[in-house]
């Protein structure tokens, strides 16, 4: 079937391209972009007038929780979530239960996620980067990259021991397999809640100082300049962290790195106290780290927006805040609190806003993804977008089953309105049925 998407702001990163035009999509794949294609034979044309057609949102920092804790999220809800939320591809983190490090449970999660009852968008699964995530042992990368890994991780158990750290790079240099780097140095931030500053001792928390994130990220650096591994740093949240990526890039060392949402948009005094849905590490630091985080988006030193989706379930998160957990549930405000907080006040223009969300992300796991030039996938990804819807998120309206958060409630402006993986996967309600044409 042939489908049109007609009028729309076209945003492609990948080739700068920002035009009003149509994209055509035949038999699942892309078959012409541009300000005239060819119409004849379109089984369904979707009006865009006012809205952007853009590449399929690329997720790299996903807890997808299966196997292992399906009641905090499954591949189900997850890719379903990640479809309403824009993404059609989303990188599925190791620390499941077992750990992702051997090709059986990489075959387990791709054949999961291709079930006809999930959301219908790619997963990407990362390997783990040492067996059973334990920080002692290098996981077999070479037959991790053989069943379809496109990087290996750490996430959610900080690597301690440099010289570990050391062989992994040089093994994955071999491979060139990237390393998606958790910096966390855990003896000093073991124990905190919240960042270690005025806040945290007037509210008689143990602190987590930037220190443990510079300290790591730092060490990383020096490891991957040395070595000439490709790393990623997942999540910075401190001006330090900017800093000393910018100074290694200008190195040379082939790193790269992003931030969630929360990190550009929320400091430790939004934080109402004591309240567990605002715990997360990194912490909510100062203004002035989220100020120099903006900056280092607008200037290129920040690659890309993950979402860092870390859902839990309400019982987990509903306990005194020392006890809870970390992480907040964002495969569906990422999009819309990006457009709020950078696009509509400036810091990044809509083609920065899609390479941050689409176009980077793949280009660094090298996946065939964010990108809708003809031929350079070989199923369709793309998002169609309403920059200036107004709405207020709601996580009682939301598919994911984690409803941990700091944005319920939150006023936005922007929204993913169909989300196409060769055929429709998602489409909101308020993209209006009349809009929708069958000949
Ligand atoms: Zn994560």
Redesign the pocket.
Known sequence: MKVILKGGRILNPATDLDIVGSVCIEDGQITDVGPDVDETGAGAEYDCRGLWITPGLVDL?C?LREPGNEARETIQSATLAAAAGGYTTICA?PNTQPPLDSPALIDFLLDRAASPDTGGVFVQPIGALTKGLNGREPASYASLKRAGVAAVSD??SPTQNAALLQRAMEHCLQLDLPILIHADELSLSAGGSINEGGMSALLGLKGIPRSAEEVAIMRACVLALNTGCRIHI??VSTWGSVETIRQFKYLGAAVSCDVAPHHFCLTEEDMPEFDAHWKTTPPLRTMVDLELVQQGLSDGTIDCIAS?H?PYADHEVEVPFEEAPFGFAGLESTLAVTLTHLTHRGILSPLETIRRLSTTPAEILRLEAGNLKPGTSPVAQVTVINPNLEWTFDVHRTFSKGKNTPFQGHRLMGKAVLTLVGTENYRDPGFEPERYRRS
């Open positions: 920092n807890h983190m996430e959610g997942l999540r860092d870390s």
